[in-house]
DNA sequence: AATAAATTGATAATAATTACTAATTTTACT
DNA sequence: AGTAAAATTAGTAATTATTATCAATTTATT
């Protein structure tokens, strides 16, 4: 067999896989620390990097002071709130996923990240909030 | 009069306007440093933040460890390369440019960047030594 | 079971960025 | 021009994010 495993890339893993907020490293330590509290800041750092190289999950591109993680590696974009940071997945039109998909192969492109920045629902609410 | 000028922010800003290359921070003042060997790292972090603020400069998307920044601030993408990390503008077709507009219209985005993956040209011809 | 290879936790080191502060420069207002 | 207020600076300390190191442990390969 070649799959090299341990327990604590699994955990990072799933938990990556299962939260929709494109967390930073830091962020999956805490979870992790929840069922595995031994488990090292490092060992998520390292095991992020090596789920990226190995295709199981991507960096978010963006302007971040830290880097943001995704298990979902099916193409889609994202948009970061303006307001409050917050990351989400914007699933692209037809049209565009073709766009993009043509620009990269007309031009020999390994592959491309799409964030767009805008305000999210929560903090559009809030702002309808204070205009009241 | 409302400017607030600086010849520090101008110096930074002549340096980013005249490269082609994307800088970091850390590239910019070293730059700075030949014409104006007093000014201070912190004052060219500010002053690249300032920039980015007034809609002088943008911050490149992407996942680099560090901030880049690009004085070219008309719709444009980039393209990283993954064998020596160079950053370089990359023009999109009037088709992709119409399908960007319109997903960031249509969804009342603010904006978006994109940036490609590849090989640039270096990188590209110094694989076909290596094969000789 | 024995050995080699990979991974881990802990922590030191590094890199990037921001915060702080007293001094200087620039602006706004006489 | 003269001066007070506001903004900006250089220098450096502090903070944050990430990587490197290494002995110990775990997993894979005989």
Redesign the pocket.
């Known amino acids: 067999?070649?799959?090299?495993?341990?327990?604590?890339?699994e955990l990072v893993y799933d938990v990556l896989a299962s939260t929709v907020t494109h967390p930073?490293?830091?962020w999956v330590w805490e979870r992790c620390r929840e069922s595995?509290p031994?488990?090292?800041?490092?060992?998520v750092?390292?095991?992020l990097?090596a789920l990226v190289r190995s295709g199981r999950a991507i960096e978010v591109v963006g302007t971040f002071?830290?880097?943001h993680y995704d298990a979902r590696v099916y193409p889609h974009n994202h948009m970061v709130c303006s307001v409050c940071g917050a990351v989400e997945d914007s699933f692209p039109s037809k049209e565009l996923s073709l766009a993009l998909e043509h620009e990269a192969q007309s031009r020999g492109y390994i592959g491309y990240g799409l964030t767009f920045t805008g305000v999210c629902e929560k903090c559009r609410a809030k702002q309808q909030d204070n205009l009241r």
Request: zero cysteines; aromatic letters at 8%; proline letters at 0%.
């Open positions: 067999m070649k799959t090299n495993y341990s327990a604590q890339r930073t490293a830091e595995m031994s488990i090292s800041k490092a060992t750092y390292r095991n990097a002071g830290s880097s």
